[in-house]
């Protein structure tokens, strides 16, 4: 593997990372305005493959807002508020913590590669 290659698959694993950190700040800002763009692009039910493969990149790219958005939308709209910007929060420090593991990995295997 070149190094062109290795920053190629870092940016592939980067790409739905980022996708649900943005989409997850998009819905604490936007609230419900984003969060119906999301479920127009759902099918409910999936009954066909293409249906379901739809779906499987809508809640691997967008789900993780989503989600959080309804299970904290039983709480009156501040503490709805609150409790998605912690979790946003943790989030964020989940993902750029989970990001560089992977980019160590990925590094030393291809430095491992390269050596042999």
Same mark, same amino acid.
């Given at each position: 593997?070149?190094?062109?290659? +290795? ?19 998009? +819905? ?6 984003? +969060? ?5 692009? +759902?099918?409910?039910?999936?009954? *066909?493959?293409?249906?379901?493969? *739809? ?29 998605? *910007?912690? *979790? ?29």
């Amino acid at each position: 593997m070149t190094e062109s290659e +290795v920053s190629n698959l870092i940016i592939i694993i980067a790409s739905p990372i980022l996708s649900q950190i943005s989409y997850a700040f998009l +819905v604490l800002i936007l609230g419900s305005i984003i +969060v119906e763009y999301y479920e127009w692009g +759902v099918f409910r039910p999936a009954e *066909t493959k293409f249906q379901k493969f *739809t779906n499987f990149i809508m809640k691997g790219m967008f789900g993780a807002g989503f989600y959080f958005y309804h299970k904290y939308s039983k709480h009156n709209w501040l503490t709805a508020k609150i409790l998605y *910007t912690i *979790t946003f929060i943790g989030m964020c420090f989940v993902a750029l913590i989970g990001f560089n593991i992977v980019r160590i990995v990925v590094m030393f295997v291809f430095n491992q590669m390269s050596v042999n």
